[in-house]
Nanobody, 121 residues
Framework: QVRLVESGGGLVQAGGSLRLSCAAS????????MSWYRQAPGNQRELVGD???????NYADSVKGRFIISRDNAKNTVYLQMNSLKPEDTAVYYC???????????????WGQGTQVTVSS
């Protein structure tokens, strides 16, 4: 069993910053790509960005230049630094990871439970 637990969400004023964390735990051999998604009320879940095990990143156009994804492979944790936040960034943020698990050769795609981010104008 593997699980992801997000933390760091909350209420912030427009222009402010928040840092989300997502820690993986359980029967982990290694973690491949880790991603952040978000879902606003009435909208579909959308990709915010992702990061490979080697640290290469990819971002949605809507967050480029404002959000930074990083990871600590030793801690099995991915981070989302959100700067210059806008009201339209308000959403539930989810992390997702592609994880190699035990027994060897097994692989799981795992979602976190989500954390609410609210940006007031």
């Amino acid at each position: 069993q593997v699980r992801l637990v997000e933390s760091g969400g909350g209420l912030v004023q427009a222009g402010g910053s928040l840092r989300l964390s997502c820690a993986a735990s359980g029967s982990i051999v290694s973690i491949n790509a880790m991603s952040w998604y978000r879902q606003a009320p009435g909208n579909q879940r959308e990709l915010v960005g992702d990061i490979t095990r080697g640290g290469s990143t990819n971002y949605a156009d809507s967050v480029k230049g404002r959000f930074i994804i990083s990871r600590d492979n030793a801690k099995n944790t991915v981070y989302l630094q959100m700067n210059s936040l806008k009201p339209e960034d308000t959403a539930v943020y989810y992390c997702n990871a592609d994880i190699n698990t035990f027994p060897l050769g097994s692989r799981s795609n795992v979602w976190g439970q989500g954390t609410q981010v609210t940006v007031s104008s």
